[in-house]
């Protein structure tokens, strides 16, 4: 029978681009994949005549030739599909349409991260540590315990009972892979007798039971650097879980929680502050004590007619910058105090000031809204 031309395997015109048929190929390669058509050899042979046909026309100088002389090109000897050549040109024009299709389906049967010789390294481990805001200032040193799975001391992380050792599995011959065959394709998967290790335990340790590994609780010495903020990590390299019988340990992650302060609020690393001021010192002037967070104080000029929620900022007074040489700043909002338990001069004083006080030039923001509270009414009388 006289083979199908490669154009026509592929649904697409002689000129048609690489792109194009690339598309084509793709679409075709899905449609008849034998995993998708279990049992039908029509559209398994329909599968490799369309790979026959994209191994040619993806190359340009396969396809030059194919133009040229057809199918004869690749007949008689010559490199090409079905020869000694094909098996080349498939993996390198193929494997990526495969990886792009396949890759996913291919790849999860490894399971979770390995190294070493296939064998499964240990789960990393999260600890979340609060600390306060002068703590996230000053940085410190923390001690913590953690409970995990560390290697066993009896067998040294082998699984295997002193005087004996791992056996090479006689599954995978010590691959810790086995291949299997599916449809046209030949699958690769994590050997289940020794789950990727390439060893078997004959004789497993008292201690562990042959895993490598037994729970403990760790102690762990902990550097917190200056300036961390919400939900900083930090990362202690092999301080996870134990691997088994003897794989690589995990990492353990350390997520910080800043604690809520009584006084200070904090934004990035600027510091702010609402501190209350008498009305007589907002009034007449003076100067004020305020806290920092670096446990100092710092004292600020308060202006005759300071108003209620001016900001006062001084600099340099905020939090570290986490890994840098700046500092934020430190906001501190007034908040006017209006006195309370006026004795009764008090109060007398107060409306003496009252009558001599009706001014603009006195209570400018006052006067500023009751004009505008007056050309309000005066628009809706019109």
Known sequence: MAKEDYYGLLEVSRDASADEVKKSYRKLAMKFHPDR?????????????????????????KRAAYDRFGHAAFEQGAVGPGGAGFD????????????EMFGDFVNR????????????????????????????????????????????ETCAGTGAAQGSGPATCTTCHGHGRVRSQSGFFTVERTCPSCGGAGQVIRDPCTNCGGAGRVHKEKSLSVNIPP?????????????????????????????????????????????????????????????????TVDGGRARITIPSGTQNGHQFRLRGKGVPVLRS??????????????????????????????????????SPQSHGFLTKVKELWEDLKE
Request: hydrophobic share 35%.
């Open 37 to 61: 058509n279990p049992g039908d050899e029509a559209a398994e042979q329909k599968f490799k005549e369309i790979n026959e046909a994209y191994e040619v026309l993806q190359d340009d100088q």
């Open 88 to 99: 080349t040109g498939f993996a390198s024009g193929f494997a990526d349409i495969f990886d």
């Open 109 to 152: 049967g490894g399971g979770g991260r390995r190294r070493g010789g296939g064998r499964a390294q240990g789960a990393d481990l999260r600890y979340n540590m609060e600390v306060t805001l002068e703590e996230a200032f000053h940085g410190k040193k923390a001690k913590i315990r953690i409970p995990t799975s560390v290697l066993c």
């Open 227 to 291: 300036g961390v903020e919400d939900g900083t990590r930090i990362r202690l390299a092999g301080e996870g879980e134990a691997g088994l019988r003897g794989a690589p340990p995990g990492d353990l992650y350390i997520f910080l929680i800043v604690a809520p302060h009584r006084m200070f609020v904090r934004d990035g690393a600027n510091i702010h502050c609402r501190v209350p001021i008498p009305v007589t010192v907002a009034t007449l002037g003076g100067a004020i004590d305020v806290p």
């Open 325 to 362: 040489s700046a500092t934020g700043d430190m906001f501190v909002e007034a908040a006017i105090e209006t006195p309370v338990n006026l004795t009764k001069r008090q109060k007398e004083l107060l409306r003496e000031f009252e009558k001599e006080g009706k001014s603009e030039r006195y």
